[in-house]
């Protein structure tokens, strides 16, 4: 089992910026795969940003080169700094560990953390 708490959302002018942080209940070194995932209003979830327990990341095409996707292992927290923020930005943006267990993977997700990017 894992509990996930993001923070950090809120709303941001076109063109700010925002970090979001997800702190896990256990050692994200022993988590395979932690991402920040985002969901607006009518649309499907959508993969954000993802990094892995050897801390390499990807990002979604449409945010590379504005969010980047970070860690602290010694906080067990993972962030993502958002920049130059755009109004199709704006979601709920839900942290997700994916865990691999005796029974199986298992992905654990947080509350979620408004962001509305505002014209």
């Known amino acids: 089992q894992v509990q996930l708490v993001e923070s950090g959302g809120g709303l941001v002018q076109v063109g700010g910026s925002l970090r979001l942080s997800c702190q896990a209940s256990?050692?994200?070194?022993?988590?395979?795969?932690m991402g920040w995932y985002r969901q607006a209003p009518g649309k499907e979830r959508e993969l954000v940003a993802t990094?892995?327990?050897?801390?390499?990341?990807m990002a979604a095409d449409s945010v590379k080169g504005r969010f980047t996707i970070s860690r602290d292992t010694a906080k067990n927290t993972v962030f993502l700094q958002m920049n130059s923020l755009e109004p199709e930005d704006t979601a709920v943006y839900y942290c997700?560990?994916?865990?691999?267990?005796?029974?199986?993977?298992?992905?654990?997700w947080g509350q979620g953390t408004q962001v509305t990017v505002s014209s």
């Open positions: 256990k050692s994200i070194r022993q988590i395979n795969a």
């Open positions: 990094i892995t327990s050897g801390g390499i990341t």
């Open positions: 997700k560990a994916r865990l691999y267990r005796a029974a199986g993977w298992g992905d654990y």
